[in-house]
């Protein structure tokens, strides 16, 4: 039997994102090399993998679940990018992701919503949110929605926006 520890409340279940997906959210964001891309609640790490092979960003990936980011390590060891991805054991609400250029989100709403106020206070001018079906709340309008059919003919809904220096 598992020993039960206090941790942060859980802002989505782990669901991986198809590798199509994630290569559509990445260049919605025009991710390209020098950016850094934070994914908050990174699971299985795909999207900061992916973020550093194929678009030459590094990458931060975030979450409570240890065995998920000890699977994320091993995945950018035998993806050759481990150099360029950290992953860290974090609460999503307690990460300062000031230093980051894109941030990818496939949380729950109501976790979106909580996290905006947090991402718009720290984020540069410019830097890019994507979030994966669920927006992020309030009246702040996205740049871009994207609707389309995913390789395995699931419809998906991609939302950008452009931090504006504001807290939204």
Same mark, same amino acid.
């Given at each position: 039997?598992?020993?039960?520890?206090?941790?942060? /409340?859980?802002? %989505? /279940?782990?669901?991986? *994102? @198809?590798?199509?997906?994630? &290569?559509?959210? +990445?260049?919605?964001?025009?991710?390209?090399?020098?950016?850094?891309? $934070?994914?908050?609640?990174?699971?299985?790490? =795909?999207?900061?993998?992916?973020?550093?092979?194929?678009?030459?960003? =590094?990458?931060?990936?975030?979450?409570?679940? /240890?065995?998920? +980011?000890?699977?994320?390590?091993?995945?950018?060891?035998?993806?050759?990018?481990?150099? =360029?991805?950290?992953?860290?054991?974090?609460?999503?609400?307690?990460?300062?992701?000031?230093?980051?250029?894109?941030?990818?989100? $496939?949380?729950? %709403?109501?976790?979106?919503?909580? #996290?905006? @106020?947090?991402? *718009?206070?720290?984020?540069?001018?410019?830097? =890019?949110?994507?979030?994966?079906? $669920? /927006?992020?709340?309030?009246?702040? &309008? @996205?740049?871009?929605?994207?609707?389309?059919?995913?390789? %395995?003919?699931?419809?998906?809904?991609? $939302?950008?926006?452009?931090?504006?220096? #504001?807290?939204?």
């Amino acid at each position: 039997m598992r020993a039960v520890t206090a941790q942060a /409340p859980l802002l %989505a /279940p782990f669901v991986g *994102t @198809p590798p199509d997906v994630v &290569e559509r959210m +990445l260049t919605l964001a025009k991710t390209k090399p020098g950016d850094v891309v $934070y994914d908050l609640g990174c699971g299985d790490g =795909r999207i900061v993998i992916m973020a550093a092979q194929k678009f030459g960003a =590094r990458g931060v990936g975030i979450d409570i679940d /240890p065995a998920l +980011l000890a699977r994320a390590r091993a995945d950018a060891m035998t993806a050759g990018v481990a150099d =360029r991805v950290t992953f860290r054991q974090q609460d999503a609400m307690t990460v300062d992701v000031s230093d980051a250029s894109v941030v990818t989100l $496939y949380l729950l %709403a109501a976790s979106n919503a909580k #996290l905006r @106020p947090v991402l *718009t206070a720290k984020l540069a001018a410019g830097a =890019r949110i994507v979030a994966h079906n $669920y /927006p992020v709340g309030g009246n702040w &309008e @996205p740049a871009v929605i994207d609707n389309f059919t995913d390789a %395995a003919g699931t419809m998906r809904t991609l $939302y950008l926006w452009i931090a504006d220096g #504001l807290v939204h």
